[in-house]
């Protein structure tokens, strides 16, 4: 089992960065496929960004592509996201999620979860 924690998020004005990290405990991250996944309110739970156990895969949601950029270390169990050109409509609650398959794109492919953190974009 892994535990899952998020750190980074806040309030930024339209077309700035944020750096968001999730660190693991428990079990190493090495272990698992990461993604980091977002919801905004009356929205549903959307994927934003996953990356394979070793770092040699990812996959972005079209929203984001050239914007994001996932990355881990799993030297220090921390998987890495780092949003720039903010938008209004990236606010949302940015989820860390811990998959036992090589690398996956879809919510209920991920069995453990962070409390997720706030990113709020201003216009």
């Known amino acids: 089992q892994v535990q899952l924690v998020e750190s980074g998020g806040g309030l930024v004005q339209a077309g700035g960065s944020l750096r968001l990290s999730c660190v693991a405990s428990?079990?190493?991250?090495?272990?698992?496929?990461m993604g980091w996944f977002r919801q905004a309110p009356g929205n549903q739970r959307e994927v934003v960004a996953t990356?394979?156990?070793?770092?040699?895969?990812?996959y972005y949601a079209d929203s984001v592509k050239g914007r994001f950029t996932i990355s881990r270390d799993n030297a220090k169990n921390t998987v890495y996201l780092q949003m720039n050109s903010l938008k209004p409509e990236d606010t949302a609650v940015y989820y860390c999620?811990?998959?036992?398959?090589?690398?996956?794109?879809?919510?209920?492919?991920?069995?453990?979860w962070g409390q997720g953190t706030q990113v709020t974009v201003s216009s």
């Open positions: 990356i394979s156990r070793s770092g040699g895969s990812t």
């Open positions: 999620a811990a998959s036992t398959l090589l690398i996956a794109t879809m919510s209920s492919r991920y069995e453990y």
């Open positions: 428990g079990r190493t991250s090495r272990d698992y496929g």
